[in-house]
Each structure stands twice: as C-alpha cells, then as structure tokens.
C-alpha cells in the first residue's frame, strides 16, 4: 500500500498581498510503503489528553485553584492510500480477448465469463500450481507469490486513452506495475489484432513514468481454435478470423522487439499447460535478474 499525503500549492503572492490564502493546485507526496514484510508506519501522533473537568461532584477543597489544562490536538494529514496488487503475472489485453477464461482454467479462481466486453471490473486473483505440486512441501508451499506457483492477476480489458483513463483499465494499471512478467493475450478473433496488439503497448508505455514498458512480456494468440474444423454443438458459431495464422504471426512478430510468442486456446484448453510451464520458468529468470 502506498501512503501519499495530499499537500495544497497555496499562492505566496497572492497571500503577501492581499491576506487570502489561495490554493494553485493539490499534489501528492510520497510518504513511505508499507509492505508484507514492514507492515506498519507511523503517519500521524495523537495528541495529549486533560486534565478533564473541575467538576468532580464533591465539595471543593481548599487551597490554590488554578484552570484545568485543556487537551492538545494531534497530528491532521489529508492521506491517500494506493494498494497495489502483488502478483507474479498480469494478464492483459482488450475486452474479450480471453483473460478470465484463462485464468479460471489453470486456477481456482471464479471470474465472471461472458460474450459481452468488460466483465471484468476489478482484478481476479488467482494461484497456479504446477502439476504434482497440488499440496507443496515446507521449502517449496504454493499458496502465494514467490513459490512453486505462480500468482496471476487478471487486469480489467484495456481500449484506447486507457493512460487517460478512458474505460475501466486505468484504475487498476497500477496492480500491473508490482508484477514481474505481462502476459499480453492477442484475440485471434479480432477485427485487427495487430492493431489491438500496437494500442496496447502504447497505452502501457503512455502510463505513468514509463516503467510498464520495460517490464518483460510474454505474447501469446489466444482462440487458436479459430482455425480448427467445427466440433459439432459444442462449436462456437461465428468464430472466425480476419487473417490466417501464418499472417498473424508474420505480422505479430514484426511488431514485437521480442521473440515470446505462443499459441494457446484458453476456451478448449490447448497450449495452456505449455505456456504456464514455459511461463513459470521464464519468471523465475526474472526474479533471479532482478535480485542479482
């Protein structure tokens, strides 16, 4: 959680000539961050109580009176608290593009699924095992971040002006910032999924001081069943494509300035025990490098 205290810019001219206080503007500044492993931080001290009332239902004794002492009043800070999400993974992506889904397949979480954009408001949490790893042991448990699992975070669906915060990924790009690799799903499906794929990064790069655009990614096409024969009642009607997959990837990695790409169907479950396993690998690279 980030602890920023809301400091007003009041205007020294204005103020020496006419007396009036005059705010220009409120900024923040940063106080400290308070962490899992230093949970605690001192913002603001209480005052100093009374000597409370004279009146103590008893006849007055003799001798010097004197005013009982008032209380002193504490520390006022106008405070903002920031709480920033700590995964190992971020998914992101356009609205529709598969985050949720895959995040219910390789974990328990229950994220709400639908055809519709957006049904994702707020950030999913979720904890992948890995196979044979289902209950841990004592040096390696999975149940969080920094084990033998990989924690994901499923990051509200992301359109263009997100940096401004247009839509609803704005509010919780900054859970983004605390994780260590970006998983950018692609929509195969898409009417421009290059287009998408370039908006993405730009509004990543556009957001906050810079520091997204450098955090590694991993590009993965999701709804590859897009280009497989119909499945009968169980197939998706109207899953189509604009581009074949040879296009797809020519272009994708043209745009990349990296060599991660995978293939994967979160819907029908191809590829994802691939990609979690190359995934965890690749994290753990990026944790020994960051550490180093």
């Not at 209480?46 to 009982?68: F, L, M, W, Y």
């Not at 949720?100 to 519709?116: D, E, F, G, H, N």
């Not at 044979?132 to 359109?159: H, K």
């Amino acid at each position: 959680t980030v602890v920023q205290e809301e400091v007003d810019i009041v205007d020294e001219v204005a103020l020496a000539e006419t007396g009036e206080t005059v705010v220009l503007r409120t900024e923040l500044r940063d106080l400290c961050t308070v962490t899992f492993e230093d949970p605690t931080f001192v913002v603001a001290m209480g005052g100093e109580g009374g000597e409370g009332s004279s009146c103590t239902g008893k006849k007055a004794g003799r001798g010097v009176r004197r005013p009982r002492l008032p209380p002193e009043g504490g520390d006022r800070l106008r405070l903002k608290l920031t709480l920033k999400i700590v995964a190992d993974v971020a998914l992101v992506g356009v609205p529709n593009a598969g985050k949720s889904t895959l995040l219910a397949s390789v974990t328990r979480a229950k994220p709400k699924i639908s055809s519709y954009p957006f049904t994702t408001v707020v950030p999913n949490l979720g904890v992948w095992v890995p196979p044979g790893n289902e209950y841990g042991t004592a040096s390696e448990s999975s149940s969080g971040a920094g084990s033998a699992g990989l924690v994901l975070c499923d990051v509200p669906g992301l359109i263009a002006g997100a940096a401004e915060g247009v839509g609803l990924g704005h509010a919780f790009l900054r859970h983004v910032e605390r994780c260590h690799v970006i998983l950018h799903l692609v929509d195969a499906t898409s009417a421009d999924p290059i287009g998408d794929f370039d908006m993405l990064n730009r509004e990543i790069l556009r957001y906050g001081n810079g520091k997204l655009a450098t955090m590694p990614q991993i590009v993965v096409v999701n709804k590859i069943d897009a280009w497989e024969e119909g499945k009968g009642e169980e197939w998706e009607q109207g899953l189509k494509t604009r581009m074949d997959k040879d296009e797809l990837e020519e272009k994708l990695r043209a745009a990349m300035t990296h060599s991660r790409l995978m293939w994967m169907s979160a819907k029908e479950g191809e590829g994802v025990d691939d990609l979690m396993g190359r995934m965890r690998g690749f994290v753990r690279k990026v944790k020994e490098s960051s550490t180093d």
